[in-house]
């Protein structure tokens, strides 16, 4: 049974860092496409992030471009994705999601969350002024 488990979320000042993580247990090797999102409340979910099967290109939307960094380390099976910089507009719970067939940045965006394969729970960032 695949499993995608987040962690690292939590309250930070405005300029400071978090770094997330996902976890995902289950899966028989490592070729999958794991993706970052996140929703705010009352707002659209926004893909954030993500890095690609097969050659590990990695997307990042125009909002977090310079101050996240997206990482793979396929030993711990674990994505992170490390925030630096946070504004206030970063608030918002973030997710994970995996899918064993996507491979072009275009399944980055909030409108394809939904069609990968596996999802986790989320874990709330908040970002104080």
């Known amino acids: 049974e695949v499993q995608l488990v987040e962690s690292g979320g939590g309250l930070v000042q405005s300029g400071g860092s978090l770094r997330l993580s996902c976890v995902a247990s289950?899966?028989?090797?490592?070729?999958?496409?794991i993706g970052w999102f996140r929703q705010a409340p009352g707002k659209e979910r926004e893909g954030v992030s993500c890095?690609?099967?097969?050659?590990?290109?990695?997307y990042y939307a125009d909002s977090v471009k310079g101050r996240f960094t997206i990482s793979r380390d396929n030993a711990k099976k674990t994505v992170y994705l490390q925030m630096n910089s946070l504004k206030p507009e970063d608030t918002a719970v973030y997710s994970c999601?995996?899918?064993?067939?996507?491979?072009?940045?275009?399944?980055?965006?909030?409108?394809?969350?939904?069609?990968?394969?596996?999802w986790g729970r989320g874990t709330q960032v908040t970002v104080s002024s």
């Open positions: 999601a995996a899918d064993r067939s996507y491979s072009l940045a275009k399944y980055c965006s909030g409108e394809h969350y939904w069609g990968y394969d596996y």
């Open positions: 289950g899966f028989t090797n490592d070729d999958y496409t």
């Open positions: 890095i690609l099967r097969g050659f590990g290109g990695t």
